[in-house]
């Protein structure tokens, strides 16, 4: 239920980074395959973020102390960008047309996905007593 939960939510993000950010694009659908098209490729980012994130940030470990976190903004941007070419792969018109679009993109699916993260309860606020 709560990866159910997680797909949602970025597919949230998801769309507000389709409104918010020229070059960020959905195709001409209606609303049932638009939901459809970003709940799956909401997949297709959080698979991309399971797999490819960690040996990116293990092997760039020390770009990330130099630089002090900032960039993690760089990688999202690129995990994004990766996700839009999986996804034209896979036929689902979803399309991130270059690295600025998809640097800003990523900050506004990462702190959408934050707010709707504390805003909804999972079963990550559960007490271990």
Do not use: E
């Not at 993000?13 to 389709?18: G, K, S």
């Not at 990688?75 to 800003?104: C, E, K, M, Q, Y």
């Not at 993260?117 to 606020?125: A, E, F, N, R, S």
């Amino acid at each position: 239920m709560r990866i159910l939960i997680k797909v949602v939510i970025t597919a949230i993000a998801l769309w507000a980074a389709t409104a918010l950010i020229d070059g960020i694009t959905l195709g001409d659908q209606d609303t049932a395959h638009r939901a459809l098209t970003l709940l799956c490729v909401a997949v297709i980012f959080g698979l991309v973020n399971a797999v490819i994130k960690p040996i990116v940030k293990t092997l760039g470990c020390a770009f990330y102390i130099l630089t002090l976190g900032l960039i993690g903004l760089v990688v999202n941007g690129l995990l994004l960008w990766l996700t839009s070419a999986i996804a034209d792969r896979l036929d689902l018109p979803f399309h991130v047309s270059g690295f600025w679009p998809a640097f800003w993109g990523a900050i506004v699916v990462g702190i959408v996905g934050w707010l709707l993260h504390v805003l909804i309860p999972g079963d990550d606020d559960k007490d271990d007593d």
